[in-house]
């Protein structure tokens, strides 16, 4: 037995449609009017906010199947409203983890093509092809949990690629992936449209990689509707265009933001926290990800932390951060940063903990716990007994999230989930800040001020420990940078 045949590629078209979420004031996106043709291949632009994760999410139907929000104009495949179109459309969320549902890597892989009745023997034709696609090459048994954020992204897009859909939809899809995986992956998305002739709708801040692979750009306006359409060279080649998309936030190649404050410099004041032959691993019987690590972290300086993905780069910043026992070897925090609390972070209470190291996971969702942006700027500083008001809303204000102070931050876009996760950290001003992929999903505009912000916390006296595939905010941040593959860290001052 076979599977059908693909009914092929998918048109798309959208008559001033707008979505606005349950219990928020302001559309998520509106007065949008599109026409895409059959395997047209779309880059979707725009200032974070701007809703581009809306549009893809009311494309692959999922807008209203657990939203009860509003809907205004008509968005359509094939003539059809998405939830109807069954199958037609694969999205790869932004944040790959809520999109891994099995245990096993095959399993997940062969999950949504079983769902649409693909017959058993071309499911797993197709799950090996998907996973060659990606690169992700790893036992169809291996355990989806003991993957990185990395390699989940992986999954996630060769799950999608899996169903063969005629509407393929991106949302941030190398995000979090090291220089090599980018191209990798996008590499392994043409040759899947080149293949099937599946339209495409792909929204990624960084310009560059898409931009020769694509046959045209929309730009959405922050304010409804849509700022700039055309082909590559149209929209990004133009002087005068290329000017307003930069000031309305879009990563325009060849005209990186400006940003505030200097490029710290030198190793940093004294010592912090001090790690000595550090061996780290995700469990206590877990293999060991990271050994014999020897690093001194030092207030006022910053430092990057690169390598490839699975590599252990989070798994050795949440042991730091005293989030994980270390498995050999010694973490000891200097009487400056300690205080009271004793020499053993993973020890410390997290009241204790949320003072002197604060973390920023990679997954935002991972750390919200309250149901108001408010709230959540306020729950640290209350747990640490030390509520500061005009902090937090200076926090709020540098990061772009005054006007979003009411709403839940579950609902919140992939750039304003990660800008209010550093915020919440910022607001108990810890003297070590660690970020677990700072700059992912953010706009040009907020990328220079968070990087502004940052040099200035360096320049104040804290320690800013950054993991990051991020080379420009690695060149903008200064310091040095710790190099982690093969189980072992190489430090490089710079």
């Known amino acids: 037995m076979t599977a059908a045949p693909s009914p092929g590629p998918v048109h798309v078209r959208a008559r001033g449609w707008g979505w606005r979420h349950a219990g928020r004031r302001a559309f998520a996106a509106r007065h949008l009017d599109l026409d895409l043709r059959p395997g047209e291949r779309v ?71 079983e769902n649409l009745a693909v017959p058993r023997e071309e499911i ?28 989940k992204q992986r999954l996630a897009l060769a799950s999608v690629l899996a169903m063969e859909p005629g509407l393929l939809l991106l949302d941030e899809p190398t995000a979090n992936l090291d220089p090599e995986g980018v191209l990798e992956v996008r590499d392994a998305v043409v040759r899947v449209l ?71 410099s030198g190793p940093g004041g004294g010592t912090l926290l001090s790690a000595e032959g550090l061996g780290v691993a995700r469990t206590r019987r877990g293999r060991v990800a990271v050994g014999d690590l020897d690093l001194q972290v030092r207030s006022g300086g ?44 993973f020890r410390w209470r997290s009241a204790q903990l949320v003072q002197r190291i604060g973390t920023v996971f990679q997954e935002p969702e991972h750390q919200f716990l309250t149901a108001s942006v408010e709230d959540e700027l306020a729950f640290g500083p209350r747990q640490a007994g030390a509520v500061d008001p005009a902090r937090s809303g200076a926090v709020a204000e540098r990061l772009r999230l005054t006007h979003l102070l009411k709403a839940n931050p579950f609902t919140l876009s992939g750039g304003e989930k990660r800008r209010l996760s550093v915020a919440t950290m910022l607001a108990t001003a810890p003297r070590v800040l660690i ?42 941040l200064g310091g040095a940078t710790l190099h982690i593959s093969g189980g072992a860290g190489r430090l490089v001052a710079r």
Do not use: C, M
Not at 101 to 112: H, I
């Open 302 to 345: 910053a430092l990057s932390i690169t390598g490839p993905n699975g590599a252990g780069k989070s798994t050795a910043v949440l042991t730091l951060g005293g989030l994980l026992r270390p498995r050999a070897g010694r973490l000891s925090a200097a009487p400056a940063l300690a205080g009271t609390a004793g020499s053993d972070p």
């Open 124 to 151: 797993w034709r197709r799950v090996g092809r998907a996973l060659d696609d990606v690169g992700l090459d790893l036992p169809l048994d291996h355990p989806t949990t003991a993957l990185s954020g990395g390699q």
């Open 435 to 476: 970020l677990d992929e700072p700059t992912f999903g953010q706009d040009a505009l907020t990328w220079a001020e968070l990087v502004t912000l940052l040099r200035e916390l360096v320049d104040d006296g804290v320690a800013v420990l950054s993991v990051t595939h991020d080379a420009e905010f690695i060149a903008a």
């Open 43 to 113: 880059l979707l632009l725009g200032a974070s906010g701007a809703g581009k994760s809306t549009v893809l999410h009311g494309l692959a139907g999922l807008l209203g199947s657990h939203d009860e929000g509003e809907q205004e104009g008509a968005l359509l495949l094939d003539g059809a409203p998405p939830a109807a179109a069954r199958g037609r459309a694969g999205l790869v969320l932004q944040d790959p983890e809520t999109q891994v549902v099995l245990a096993r890597v095959g399993d997940e892989v062969a999950f949504a093509a």
């Open 194 to 264: 080149d293949r099937t002739g599946a339209t495409l709708v792909v929204v990624e801040h960084r310009v560059a990689v898409w931009a020769d692979v694509v046959d045209r750009v929309i730009v959405l306006d922050a304010a409804g509707g849509i700022l700039a359409d055309g082909t590559p060279g149209t929209v990004l080649g133009q002087e005068d265009t290329r000017a307003r998309l930069a000031s309305a936030g879009v990563w325009v190649p060849g005209r990186p933001p400006a940003v505030g404050g200097t490029v710290p």
